[in-house]
């Protein structure tokens, strides 16, 4: 999930949610290992669009 800020002074922001493995249920991979247990990730993002 993301949300686009508001454009200031011609930077572009950015702010996402990231959920891996939402309900935290026990998996195997491909190469039978045990996969990833659940886990959040926030991030943001700061661009340069110019004068646009």
Known sequence: MHYQLPRTAG???RVS???NNVF???FLKVNRQ???RRAFYLTYTLGY???R
């Open 11 to 13: 930077f572009d922001h």
């Open 17 to 19: 949610l990231n959920v």
């Open 24 to 26: 935290d249920r026990d």
């Open 34 to 36: 045990l996969g990833e």
């Open 49 to 51: 669009a110019g004068g």
